[in-house]
């Protein structure tokens, strides 16, 4: 029987799953949290062969202990995993120190963590990507900005997400830029004019993908958290040939095995240095799920199961279960604060919905703070129900 670590089950809250779709599978599943037993879901504790319970997970020799209790007792562990972006270096270190061949190990993530550094990898997949300049000093980025013209968009070169990112549209706000800025390194890229489409994808041992989705974002993810605006994007089961196409084209490149990815591009909506409208440019890979509830969503677009894919993978390095619907997911949340044309109770009556409900606290800053989810068979419809929950 194979022994399966999983960091951080009950985070986010549909992770429960994953562990799920590995007992059925045969598989030893041992969880590693600091989340109390007792407060953990039904569905999580009956998921779980044993549990581990850590003061922090920020604690590196805790983690460590936790671990090897486990080696102890079970023997050697063949997986490590907590398909979170947040723990993906802790994750590699784990593996490094306890012979886990499976997954990525800690010399692996500089071309997967360090934004600068996936380029060269878009670049191996003939994938275009911006302009950029490692933030040094008020002269070299302004002599940047002055090559690639206002706005220009500065984040943390090893960051999760959008936190901590400044769109910077003058020379005023790159001065506030200095003067708030994290002491990290920072790198700064022209800016992109279009929209967010991922390639998401369960990839196999050989880097073949198992099982291929997508995502849209609507509403621009970079001013949601900065702005504390309203969050909305998609899941679509079919996806247009060039993003499929620049997907595994991309995942070769990375040299991708055994994982959950999830790997975003620009789509231009208009003509610019890079590229022309309509074009497909770099923006950065995650090699995880995408976030949150979104594994639940491509289910729901797809008619299918991701979490028994994702499994499958792990157990056999394949999986017999395929899709049974082509449809369109969408999730639109309201900020808390803001005045809504409708109801919720509008909303239900006008739509049938998947779920509803409030954001997990943890991901509001990227997914604010009140959702609706709902399919429809066309984007252009599922468009129409952002725009008349969100207004």
Not at 272 to 286: C, F, P, S, T, Y
Request: glycine share 6%; hydrophobic share 40%.
């Amino acid at each position: 029987m194979s022994n399966f670590i999983y960091i951080s089950p009950n985070f986010p809250a549909n992770h429960w799953n994953f562990c799920r779709q590995l007992l059925n599978n045969g598989i030893n599943v041992l969880g590693i949290g600091d989340a109390e037993y007792d407060s953990l879901s039904y569905e999580l504790k009956g998921s779980l062969n044993e549990y581990y319970k850590v003061s922090s997970l920020e604690n590196y020799d805790e983690v460590f202990r936790a671990v090897a209790f486990f080696t102890f007792k079970y023997g050697k562990i063949d997986w490590l995993e907590s398909n979170n972006e947040y723990w993906l270096e802790r994750d590699a270190k784990l593996r490094n120190e306890f012979n886990i061949t499976t997954g990525l190990h800690s010399e692996d993530m500089e071309l997967v963590k360090f934004k600068s550094r996936m380029k060269v990898n878009y670049l191996k997949a003939g994938i275009p990507v911006a302009r950029y300049h490692m933030v040094d000093n008020y002269e070299g980025c302004m002599n940047f900005i002055n090559e690639v013209g206002f706005p220009v968009v500065a984040k943390p070169d090893n960051g999760v997400g959008a936190n901590d990112t400044y769109k910077i549209k003058n020379e005023a706000d790159l001065k506030k830029f200095f003067e708030i800025k994290p002491d990290v390194l920072y790198i700064m890229e022209e800016y992109i004019y279009g929209e967010v489409e991922t390639y998401d994808a369960i990839i196999n041992s050989k880097s073949e993908p198992i099982f291929e989705n997508g995502n849209v974002t609507v509403c621009n993810l970079m001013e949601t958290v900065s702005e504390n605006k309203n969050s909305c994007f998609y899941e679509r089961a079919k996806l247009p040939a060039d993003l499929l196409d620049a997907g595994r084209r991309t995942v070769k490149a990375f040299g991708v095995k055994s994982r959950f990815v999830h790997m975003e591009f620009f789509r231009l909506d208009r003509d610019q240095h890079i590229g022309n409208k309509g074009d497909i440019v770099a923006l950065e890979v995650n090699m995880r799920p995408p976030g949150g509830i979104a594994p639940t969503m491509m289910n729901w677009a797809n008619g299918t199961d991701v979490y028994e894919m994702w499994a499958d993978m792990v157990a056999f390095d394949k999986t017999d279960r395929g899709r049974t619907i082509e449809e369109v997911c969408i999730f639109a949340s309201r900020r808390d604060g803001i005045e809504f044309r409708l109801t919720p109770e509008e909303v239900r009556e006008k739509y049938e919905l998947k779920q509803e409900g409030r954001v997990e606290e943890a991901l509001s800053g990227a997914m604010a703070n009140y959702m609706f989810i709902a399919n429809f068979k066309t984007e252009a419809e599922a468009r129409e129900f952002a725009k008349d929950v969100l207004s």
